[in-house]
């Protein structure tokens, strides 16, 4: 059977990009691939060169000279792609081997910011290994471990795909959550886990809170409730995050749901 070479990417470095520009001062790498998947054209190359500077890719195609002294990997023998991208994932919940250890709920109470954290980063580095150079983490990191994971992958500590990350889900009273009173009133299990948004000065404040403590994208969930978001109300969402070029994903599982958030215009 034919190997498969999974994304050149995580083969040589973390995110290459193609260069519309003179290459930056680096090493240089070229790769010799016996196929590359060429995605933006649904074809599938044979006998190809990637020719990668520093962090970019300057070249590709089958007559693309190296240049002395530049390392070369061999994939002759293999098919090469681009790096992969998972567009919804929880990099920092993470399912266990009892069964019983994997209700919602016990890991928010069993685990703290700091260890999910470390679950963040243990999986992160798996999704990498895996060829996944892009990763969207759509919440439910505890009090912001998405973050922490992305700035310590981008000021390189460790290794890790691009994170895209939400920061806290944005919901109404109650968030995803169905607690008793119990929980709500006298340990409030729904925070960090959610900011709860009911009104448009709520709202507005949950869109800052995740700006100012560092998402890159804004999720909200639309109908997780009978008293889900309003089309005007998730339109406010969206204007907000518009404000520092912030685009919205939202958690949807209804008609009306859905209806209200193609209304509204929401990115995803």
Not at 42 to 63: A, C, K
Not at 180 to 207: C, F, G, Q, R, S
Request: proline content about 6%; overall charge neutral; aromatic content about 6%.
């Amino acid at each position: 059977m034919r190997r498969v070479a999974l994304s050149f990417l995580v083969c040589v470095c973390i995110g290459v990009t193609l260069a519309g520009q003179a290459p930056p001062p680096g090493p240089v790498t070229a790769i010799r691939a016996g196929r590359l998947l060429d995605p933006d054209g649904g074809r599938i190359l044979t006998n190809q060169v990637i020719l990668v500077q520093g962090t970019r890719i300057t070249d590709v195609g089958p007559n693309v000279t190296v240049p002395a002294g530049a390392q070369v990997i061999d994939l002759s023998r293999m098919t090469v792609l681009p790096g992969l991208v998972d567009a919804h994932n929880h990099l920092a919940l993470t399912y266990k081997p009892e069964p019983e250890s994997n209700i919602y709920y016990f890991t928010y109470v069993q685990e703290s910011t700091a260890l999910r954290a470390i679950q963040a980063a243990s999986n992160g580095i798996q999704m990498l290994a895996s060829g996944f150079t892009i990763v969207r983490d759509m919440g439910n990191n505890a009090n912001y471990a998405d973050t922490a994971l992305r700035q310590a992958i981008e000021q390189g500590w460790i290794p890790g795909p691009t994170i895209i990350n939400s920061g806290i889900i944005i919901g109404g009273l109650g968030g995803q959550f169905f607690p008793t009173p119990e929980m709500y009133t006298d340990h409030n299990i729904v925070y960090p886990e959610y900011l709860e948004a009911d009104t448009p000065d709520e709202i507005v404040k949950a869109v800052r809170k995740n700006v100012l403590f560092g998402a890159r994208v804004i999720k909200i969930c639309v109908d997780c409730k009978p008293y889900g978001y309003t089309a005007d109300e998730i339109r406010l969402v969206i204007r907000e995050a518009a404000k520092v070029r912030m685009k919205v994903e939202g958690h949807v599982q209804t008609l009306d749901g859905a209806r209200n958030a193609i209304e509204a215009g929401i990115w995803s």
